[in-house]
């Protein structure tokens, strides 16, 4: 599908709170063109709102906002934080951010699929929380 660019992972040791981990996040696809700088913003208003709704499971956080928000075109990046993220309830940590922009309603869908079926299996979220390098990292998510 290719919908994950290798220059799109990184691996980052920390983030000074939630709302800096959404920035440095969103940045790989805000500096290819796939996102608006205003996306960003729009996921910390959502986060703000809602509460942590992107957390999807122990250690992942999805990270997206409406197409309208500043989604330019269909893409993804896949950060790792080496420390847990805390969300404002302490209780939702992250580490893995899956940042998802959608051009429209239902162009990600499939994606979301892919992403549910590989983060479903908890020896590889294991894996993946551990990946040494961002090769090893890229590559579990590469088949997205």
Known sequence: MGLLKQEHVQICEEAES???AIKISVLPLEQSG????CYKDGIIENIEKLGPYI???????????????????TQIAVTLFRKDIAF???EK????FVTLAAEDNSSHLDALVQISEL???????????AAPDMQ???HYFEQI
């Not at 957390?55 to 075109?73: N, S, T, Y």
């Open 88 to 90: 404002d309830s302490k």
């Open 136 to 138: 090893t990292l890229y």
């Open 18 to 20: 939630w709302q800096d």
């Open 119 to 129: 983060l479903a299996d908890e020896g590889r979220v294991e894996e993946i929380l």
């Open 34 to 37: 796939y996102v608006k700088s």
């Open 55 to 73: 957390i999807i499971a122990d250690h992942i956080a999805l990270p997206h906002a409406r197409p309208e928000q500043g989604a330019v075109k």
């Open 93 to 96: 940590t992250a580490r893995l």
